[in-house]
């Protein structure tokens, strides 16, 4: 069992940054792929980025050069830094585990980004 939690999310605006941290408790997290999904109001759930076990990241085209995602497996903890945010990238923003075909999901944290 792992459980996920979010946080540094909150308002900023355009341009501006923000670093979320998701914090994992319970066993297998060096051995978990983790990634970072968003949900803005009234859209479908998308991937924005994963690192993988082994430190392989991969980010969505839509934030290609402007986030980046990191994990510190000694502090259980997968980092996803905000630059350049937009007004489209308002979202909730989710923590995802995946450990031996079991995902796992974090609550979630709200990022605003005015113009």
């Known amino acids: 069992q792992v459980q996920l939690v979010e946080s540094g999310g909150g308002l900023v605006q355009a341009g501006g940054s923000l670093r979320l941290s998701c914090a994992a408790s319970?066993?297998?997290?060096?051995?978990?792929?983790m990634g970072w999904y968003r949900q803005a109001p009234g859209k479908q759930r998308e991937l924005v980025a994963s690192?993988?076990?082994?430190?392989?990241?991969s980010v969505a085209d839509s934030v290609k050069g402007r986030f980046t995602i990191s994990r510190d497996n000694a502090e259980n903890q997968v980092y996803l830094q905000m630059n350049s945010l937009k007004p489209e990238d308002t979202a909730v923003y989710f923590c995802?585990?995946?450990?031996?075909?079991?995902?796992?999901w974090g609550k979630g944290t709200l990022v605003t980004v005015s113009s």
């Open positions: 995802n585990c995946r450990l031996y075909s079991i995902v796992y």
């Open positions: 690192v993988t076990r082994g430190g392989s990241t």
């Open positions: 319970g066993r297998g997290f060096r051995l978990s792929d």
